[in-house]
Nanobody
Framework: QVQLVESGGGSVQTGGSLRLSCAASGFTFSEYRMGWFRQAPGKEREGIASIFGGRTSSAYADSVKDRFTASQDNAKNTLYLQMNSLKPEDTAMYYC?????????????????WGQGTQVTVSS
């Protein structure tokens, strides 16, 4: 069965960096568009990055553009999110998602499979 497992979250100070990983199994990783989402307490889940075929087809939310970079290693079946210049407003639970089924690349309803999330906390 499809499984997505995120890791790499933690606590950092403003301006710091983190790299999140999402280990995928149960499907042909290289053939599926993947997404990164986040959800802060009391807020809706927000799409922040979508990637397919390495970086050849990617999309980012304006809130993270030029700070976050999504990438993938097909040999390891792993999706990454490099997060630089972190801000307190980036604090959220971060999720990876797989199997894009159409619609907005950054809308949660466009993806079928989800991981359990990893927490990122940025302090000022």
């Amino acid at each position: 069965q499809v499984q997505l497992v995120e890791s790499g979250g933690g606590s950092v100070q403003t301006g710091g960096s983190l790299r999140l990983s999402c280990a995928a199994s149960g499907f042909t990783f290289s053939e599926y568009r993947m997404g990164w989402f986040r959800q802060a307490p009391g807020k809706e889940r927000e799409g922040i990055a979508s990637i397919f075929g390495g970086r050849t087809s990617s999309a980012y939310a304006d809130s993270v553009k030029d700070r976050f970079t999504a990438s993938q290693d097909n040999a390891k079946n792993t999706l990454y999110l490099q997060m630089n210049s972190l801000k307190p407003e980036d604090t959220a639970m971060y999720y990876c998602a797989a199997d894009y089924r159409g619609g907005s690349l950054l809308h949660p309803s466009s993806y079928i499979y989800w991981g359990q999330g990893t927490q990122v906390t940025v302090s000022s």
